[in-house]
């Protein structure tokens, strides 16, 4: 059975403190907008890598691909556009 976004949001809020996150997609492919102060001071491949030590196992057995854009609430309050 392929995981919902709702899940995966679940797996995430779980593991990481999130001001603000969206999770979407197809039970396959999904797409994630994750705003965490956890991620202050970290580059975008380092916090791609603290989102799969979250997910574990799971990016390799439910999670067929996850696109991410992993922002600071700092970088989430800029104008965007």
């Known amino acids: ?3 919902t976004p709702e899940a995966i949001r679940e797996y995430i809020l779980a593991g990481l403190s999130c001001t603000h996150l969206e999770v979407s997609g ?3 492919h999904f797409e994630a907008l994750i705003v965490s102060d956890s991620f202050a001071g970290l580059r975008a491949v380092q916090r791609h890598q603290l989102v799969y030590g979250v997910l574990g ?6 999670i067929h691909a996850l696109s991410m854009r992993t922002l600071t609430p700092d970088e989430w309050k800029l104008p965007r556009g």
């Open 1 to 3: 059975m392929n995981p």
């Open 26 to 28: 197809d039970g396959q």
């Open 57 to 62: 196992e799971r990016m390799r057995a439910e």
